[in-house]
């Protein structure tokens, strides 16, 4: 049977004592991701030779005896932050542009358990040289579990679990429908359903308006200033909740009725430097069609989806 990857993301509730275990791998991640960079850029700077992953990677043994912060990291989340250096290398080779930039403070915000060092245990997940954390399974956990990613959010943590799992087709159906996404609607089907446009950035608009004056008038850095970030950062995450739950649900709905689902090819990066930018980001055209087609994706054996002028 054919299987697809699949991402199921949990809220993580750590302890005082997990929580700064939890940041303190994370900064060890990020120093080890700028070292990593650093040494390949000097490399090439001087002496015109690419150092490969596996070199870095053979490094990791004597850089754990030496740093004692780095002893306290299981061994393959930090083979994974070296991965994650070749990959954006790779990737830089391959698109020409987009190279690789070191890491400050704050912007290193996640570590991958890529094959070991982790497993599930009732209410509690289990995570070498950190301890069982609690975790809310709001759902059950599905196929077979090939990585963990932990991931800070706004002060939050999640445990995103990749798993391989059994593409399960929807029963056969012929209906087919055409999608026209717009601004005064959100969307119109060839049925004549319209469906509302929310407008969530514009509804929180009011509120962000005055916590962004005011963490304007705080002195930079100052505890207020920090303070007033993480609320604008938390109606932020908000607003980007309320439209992914409102995408999710209808994509859903719109694969859960229809065999083939044709929507409109738009040009939105070109809408979206516009005169009516704001607008078309808040509707986030793009990001409803990677969901219908991840949606379908998922049972692959009975839909389609194609993009039509």
Known sequence: MLKIRKTFKYRLYPNRKQRESLLATLEVCRDLYNDALQER?????????????????AQLPACKAADAAMRGVYSQVLQDVLHRVDKTYKAFFRRGNGFPRFKGKGWFDSFTYPQAGFRVEGSQVSLSKIGNVKIKLHRPLAGEVKTLTLKHD?????????????????????????????LECFAVTSDAEIVDNPRWFGTAQKKLRVVQRHMSRCTKRSGGWRKACRLVAQLHRHVFNQRNDFQHKLSRELVNHHGFIAVEDLNVKGLAGGMLAKSVQDAAWSSFIAKLSYNLLEHLDEVGIRTAA
């Open 41 to 57: 850029r000097e490399a090439w700077k001087l002496c015109r030779k690419s150092i490969p992953f596996a070199m870095q990677s």
């Open 154 to 182: 706004n002060g939050k943590w999640y445990a995103c679990f990749s798993c391989m799992v059994d593409v399960e087709p929807l029963p056969a159906n012929d209906s087919v429908v055409g999608i026209d996404v717009g």
